[in-house]
């Protein structure tokens, strides 16, 4: 008998389908996306992928009718979903946040107090409020909820922000947030043998390419009184690689160094004398 296909949920259009599509190709998955497109089989891997909203995505993974999703934390948290979170991935991040017109009198939040907030996130929001004892009526709707103050709907809202630009647009400022979220990888709880391992291989090819996406591969030459010093600065996954180059008292290191201050390393390493700096994207790292 042949094995069954996993079923992974994902975001059909919006925020998170760019960067999940392309975390399942940076996996070596391979498959069809043509637009329109409910479902789509990969050709190199056991797995049927689902393009669905990602307000549903919870509910599909829960009711086995998809085996994993990949969605944000915050509609997992408004669905009161209790599906296991096995991998942050990393992007869509944003938060859930209270903003009020700019330039209003809020200094705490009990000046919410008989306030109306709008918000599409009615869940998480009473919950926060009932928590800090404060009593506001909450008005839910569907989007576009940051026009809600300035056609006199709301005196308050409640949505996701990242840069905050659209607050800024309409005139409004951020005063609490409620939960920071990114897109994770969730998996229902009762799946198959045969299934587990699919997916098991499936989540080990995310986090490596998770972790080659927070690290870059660095290659230079340094001369030898300076290789204390390097190897200080790029201890790498065990230790750098150091091998002596053609020309007498010079060395060629290779090392794994964190994305996000590479560029202060780099200016490091040159001062210390490095020369022929290489930095390297990285495809899949495995500790
Ligand atoms: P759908 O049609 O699938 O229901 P949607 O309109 O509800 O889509 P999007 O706006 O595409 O959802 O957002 C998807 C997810 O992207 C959010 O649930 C959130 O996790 C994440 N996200 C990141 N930044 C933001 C942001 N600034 N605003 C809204 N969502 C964001
Ligand atoms: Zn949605």
Redesign the pocket.
């Known amino acids: 008998m042949s094995k069954r296909n996993l079923k992974i949920a994902i975001?059909?259009?919006?925020?998170?389908s760019e960067s999940t599509i392309h975390l399942l190709r940076k996996c070596d998955i391979g498959f069809d996306n043509g637009h329109g497109k409910l479902k789509s089989l990969a050709f190199n891997f056991p797995l049927e992928i689902l393009f669905l909203?990602?307000?549903d995505i919870p509910q599909y993974v829960a009711d086995g009718v998809a085996d994993c999703g990949i969605v944000?934390e915050?509609?997992l948290a408004e669905a009161g979903s209790t599906l296991n979170i096995v991998e942050r991935l990393g992007y869509?991040?944003?938060r859930l946040s209270i903003a009020v017109p700019r330039g209003s009198s809020y200094r705490e939040i009990g000046d919410l107090n008989d306030k109306r907030i709008a918000t599409s996130y009615p869940f998480l929001l009473e919950r926060f409020l009932n928590e800090k004892k404060v009593r506001a009526e909450i008005h839910t709707i569907g989007g576009s909820v940051e026009i809600a103050p300035g056609v006199g709907l709301s005196d308050a809202i409640c949505d996701?922000?990242?840069s905050g630009s659209t607050l800024f647009t309409n005139g409004l400022e951020e005063v609490e947030t409620i939960m920071n979220?990114e897109?994770v990888l969730v998996v229902r709880p009762d799946l198959s043998a045969d299934l587990t391992e699919t997916f098991e291989s499936l989540s080990f090819r995310m986090k490596a390419v998770n972790e080659a996406r927070r690290n870059k591969y660095i290659l230079l030459n340094a001369p030898n009184d300076s290789l204390e010093e390097i190897e200080r600065l790029i201890p790498g996954m065990k230790s750098p690689t150091v091998l002596p180059l053609a020309e007498k008292g010079w060395s060629s290191i290779h090392s794994v160094i964190a994305s996000e201050d590479h560029w202060l390393v780099v200016e490091k390493l040159k001062s210390a004398g490095a020369e022929g700096i290489l930095v390297i994207s990285i495809d899949q790292m495995i500790r």
Not at 11 to 16: C, D, E, I, T, Y
């Open positions: 975001q059909k259009s919006g925020r998170l909203r990602d307000d944000g915050n509609v869509g991040r944003c996701l922000v990242s979220s897109a």
